[in-house]
């Protein structure tokens, strides 16, 4: 099947610094690329969406001056933590989809978790 | 608007089979989804269905899908300690729709 990777796998940072993740498409062109927060023994918690090329769609509630994405390439999307603080801790997963791997279904990520301290 | 209900625990022996429950309220879904979450890991897509399927069968997964109720169901056969994780329930529909969640069902698999 379709391969995203993300990395880090796991970050630990200071309150205040900046964190950015990468989400890759490894063996397909991600057209439409997600970002999820998962906070423990919660479900998945959509942040943004973003096509290559354009800006990205944030959900309700989540401050796009905070939670920075870019989806440069058709392989590539970032997301920057600005200015963590601890309650930005949390796993933060990434998907995609695209062609030629299967049209709607979104592949995941492994996973970054995020400790602000 | 759009929702995914699913239990959110079942507890089985393992090699007897599982069953997970889903239910989705759009009823113009045509992509219906089981991922499965391992500790600390992202989600795996498990299997797919669409909605002009009743069934699909793959090795030991089993989907049913009854579009009449908008129920959903996931039977694993001979289930494994391996098997334990959280299942997430999801669907879809193309032209740029979200893909939307259920909370997800934590399989406990007892030796």
């Known amino acids: 099947g379709a391969v995203v990777s993300q990395h880090p796998s796991r970050v630990i940072c200071k309150s205040g610094t900046s964190v950015k993740i990468e989400c890759r498409s490894l063996?397909?062109?991600?057209?439409?690329m997600f970002w999820y927060r998962q906070f423990p023994k919660q479900s998945l918690m959509l942040m943004a969406t973003?096509?290559?090329?354009?800006?990205?769609?944030?959900e309700q509630g989540v401050e796009k001056d905070k939670f920075l994405i870019n989806h440069a390439s058709l392989t590539l999307s970032t997301l920057t933590v600005t200015s963590a603080h601890p309650e930005d801790s949390s796993f933060y997963i990434c998907?995609?989809?695209?062609?030629?791997?299967?049209?709607?279904?979104?592949?995941f990520g492994p996973g970054t978790r995020l400790l602000v301290l | 608007g759009e929702d995914v209900e699913q239990s959110l625990f079942l507890s089985v022996r393992e090699g007897d089979s599982s069953v997970i429950n889903c239910t989705y309220t759009d009823s113009s879904s045509t992509y219906l989804y089981w991922y499965k979450q391992e500790p600390g890991a992202g989600l795996q897509l498990l299997t797919y269905i669409f909605s002009n399927m009743d069934m699909k069968q793959d090795q030991r997964l089993t989907v049913l899908l009854n579009k009449k109720d908008k129920h959903l169901s996931l039977r694993i056969a001979d289930t494994q300690t391996g098997d334990s994780a959280i299942y997430f329930c999801a669907e879809s529909r193309p032209g740029g729709f979200k893909t939307i969640f259920g909370a997800g069902t934590r399989l406990f698999v007892k030796a």
């Open positions: 973003s096509n290559e090329g354009s800006k990205a769609t944030y």
């Open positions: 063996d397909f062109q991600a057209t439409t």
């Open positions: 998907s995609a989809k695209g062609q030629p791997s299967g049209g709607e279904t979104q592949y």
